[in-house]
C-alpha cells in the first residue's frame, strides 16, 4: 500500500485557479496510475482525472471540461491536480488515489488519500 496526503484546496473566487498536490509515500511511487476523484455533498464520487507511472497516457471525466490538468513528478513522489477557470460546480472534496494499471475505475485504486477541500463561489 501507499499513503497518500492532499493538499491546495481553498476557497477561490470563480474563475480562479488552484494547483492540488497528493504526496505519496510507502511504496515505489513510480510505479502507481495515480488519479483524482472529487465528491460534492449528496452526490456519487465522481472521477477527474488519471496518469500513468510514465506519465505517458492521461485521461480526464467530461465534467473538468478542458480546465483540469494532472501531472506527477516521481522523483518528489507528488501528482498534481492544475484547476484553473474554476466554476462553483467544481466545489468538492477532491480525493487522490493509486492503481496498478491504467484505470479510471474507482474500486481498482486501492490507496486513497484523505481528501482536500475545494469551494468555488461566484
Known amino acids: 500500500q501507499v499513503q497518500l496526503v492532499e493538499s491546495g484546496g481553498g476557497l477561490v473566487q470563480a474563475g480562479a485557479s488552484l494547483r492540488l498536490s497528493c504526496a505519496a509515500s510507502g511504496r515505489t511511487f513510480s510505479r502507481y496510475t495515480m488519479g483524482w476523484f472529487r465528491q460534492a455533498p449528496g452526490k456519487e464520487r465522481e472521477f477527474v482525472a488519471a496518469?500513468?507511472?510514465?506519465?505517458?497516457?492521461?485521461t480526464y471525466g467530461d465534467s473538468v471540461n478542458d480546465r483540469f490538468t494532472i501531472s506527477r513528478d516521481n522523483a518528489k513522489n507528488t501528482v498534481y491536480l492544475q484547476m484553473n477557470s474554476l466554476k462553483p460546480e467544481d466545489t468538492a472534496v477532491y480525493y487522490c488515489a493509486a492503481a496498478l494499471g491504467a484505470t479510471m475505475v474507482p474500486r481498482d485504486f486501492g490507496s486513497w488519500g484523505q481528501g482536500t477541500q475545494v469551494t468555488v463561489f461566484s
Open positions: 496518469i500513468t507511472w510514465s506519465g505517458g497516457w492521461t
